[in-house]
């Protein structure tokens, strides 16, 4: 069916706008000249099938949206009623809170254990490796529930020397505070990931940047903080503006602890009563997407900014879309950013 | 000035793993002197180097920098390593220029070379600004003080470096092929920084495959290989009358 297509623009003949006479051919030997290169005239090649599979796609979204917008199960009225619900709107306000707290938590674990993955102490490594080991190796909605009971497990904490009378005994208190039981499991959780960013990012620094600082007679402390970390936010910050987005999402698990204040938990509550599952669930949804949106325009501005500069090109080990699936695993080494500063004028 | 070496290395060996790459090196260094050490690649020129100021630790004999042991206090007959803190006091009076440049690239030209200053020396930043300002001059690039890195060529780089090292105010001065990285038309401007450092009196090693460098400015030229000093001496004499086979051998591939 495209044939005709293909003999229409073989027809498409030179010299329509072109000095007459001369065709591309004449002309491809003559360096001498100074006329510009005839511009090429041509039908586009055609893509029906593109058409085809467009007008399709619209048709059927369009009646989905129609059938969607009379069919009584999807409670619009409600939807309307509950959007800007005071539980709903403190709610949201839980889950912003439960995203700041466990990624600051997330962020300080896992640069320790990135150091500790860098160290030379084999100890401190093995413990870091273990660490992530378990971390990532189990679901965080089974870590969630078991974080949820641990406090069954541990009811009080004591001091002393083990099979000895204790000290200090203190009632576990931590792990009775549901929230701050949300925020230790996903921190923890999120940790493993972080450390793995910091980690490509401290290694994507030039060992010689290191040696260089260090020749200078500047301690390992003011080389990190002066000149690698510096250096390494730039692989680190991009990638963790993902788990930000990432882990917004992911405090929707806390109903495993159970913790039920947070966005979900709530909407899930009042559904409950109301026996309105899902215009709820579309309420819930539309804050988290009005969460996650405003963070990735900010996530878009900050790989914008990080990848300017110095005309070296990123990674490209982020994940295209926002989810826990971070640079390296344990063990590979992480990809060697080129710091050839070796440069032409 | 004193008549002691500035650096005095007897019979330094180093090994990684099994492979030896430093087989009993010794040689002295006068205070003043530029020292020039060629070789083949692989004959261990710049683990040597960077023995000196320790960024490698030297596994067998006696390095010393200013009658001060590298890497190690003695007490008795026993050796302690240094500590991380005692390792970098060391350093500072050593300063280093590497092949390539590692200039920090985040900052500017002269918060390169006040970094170090401030930070290890607790210069105040004016001050330490000022100085960076004159070395900057030195070397050539007054006016270049808030470019970064990466907008300067490989010769302009590499005199910043230069500066950077020099605002230590070492007593010696390490250079690691400083011009093997450079495209053949930017070598001659770091070329005149140097020998303008070694004409002002700087205690100077210089491992570099620059021939014309190191007959010009040189006092002793060094031929290294395989992990031992094969031939020392005066560099018009061992470039005009090479005594060792392996010496002629690279010599005739090189000029």
Partial sequence: ?345 | MTDAPMVLAERVSKNFGTNKVLRGISLEVDPGEVLCIVGPSGSGKSTFLRCINHLERVDGGRLSVDGQLVGYRQKGDKLYELKLKEAAFQRQEIGMVFQRFNLFPHLTAVENIILAPMRVKGISKAKATARAMELLERVGLGDKGDAYPAHLSGGQQQRVAIARALAMDPKLMLFDEPTSALDPELVGEVLDVMKELAKSGMTMIVVTHEMGFAREVADTLVFMDEGVVVEAGPPREILGNPQHDRTKAFLSKVL
Wanted: proline share 8%; no cysteine; charged share 15%.
């Fill in chain 1, 1 to 345: 069916m495209s044939e005709p297509e293909s003999d229409r623009m073989i027809e498409a003949e030179p010299g329509k706008t072109g000095e007459p006479g001369r065709t591309p051919r004449a002309g491809r030997g003559r360096h001498d000249d100074d006329a510009p290169p005839e511009e090429i005239v041509a039908i586009p090649l055609r893509h029906p099938w593109r058409n085809v599979v467009a007008v399709l796609l619209v048709l059927g979204l369009a009646v989905f949206v129609l059938d969607a917008a009379q069919r009584a199960d999807y409670g619009w009225p409600d939807v309307g009623k509950y959007i800007f619900d005071r539980r709903i709107s403190q709610a949201a306000w839980v889950t912003l809170w439960l995203t700041i707290y466990s990624m600051i938590g997330a962020i300080v674990i896992g640069l320790l254990l990135a150091i500790m993955r860098l160290s030379a102490n084999p100890v401190l490594k093995s413990i870091a490796w273990l660490y992530i080991w378990i971390f990532r190796g189990t679901p965080v909605y089974v870590q969630l529930v078991f974080w949820g009971i641990v406090s069954l497990i541990y009811p009080v904490f004591t001091l002393g020397i083990p099979f000895m009378e204790p000290w200090v005994t203190i009632p576990n208190e931590i792990f009775t505070n549901l929230f701050i039981t949300a925020v230790i499991g996903l921190a923890l959780n999120e940790a493993a990931y972080m450390s793995e960013i910091v980690r490509a990012g401290l290694l994507s620094v030039d060992q010689g940047q290191e040696e260089a600082s260090t020749a200078l007679a500047m301690s390992w402390g003011q080389t990190m903080r002066y000149v690698v970390v510096p250096q390494a936010m730039k692989i680190i910050i991009p990638p963790t503006g993902n788990e930000v987005i990432s882990m917004l999402k992911t405090t929707s698990l806390v109903a495993a602890i159970p913790l039920s204040i947070d966005l979900y938990g709530v909407s899930r509550g009042i559904s409950a009563v109301t026996f309105t599952p899902v215009p709820l669930l579309i309420v819930a949804s539309l804050w988290y997407l009005l969460f996650t949106s405003i963070l990735m325009v900010g996530q878009h501005y900050i790989e914008k900014r990080f990848s300017r500069g110095t005309g070296r090109v990123q990674t490209g080990k982020e994940p295209a879309t926002p989810g826990p699936a971070p640079t390296a695993v344990p063990g590979e080494p992480a990809p060697p950013i080129s710091t050839d500063f070796g440069g032409k004028g």
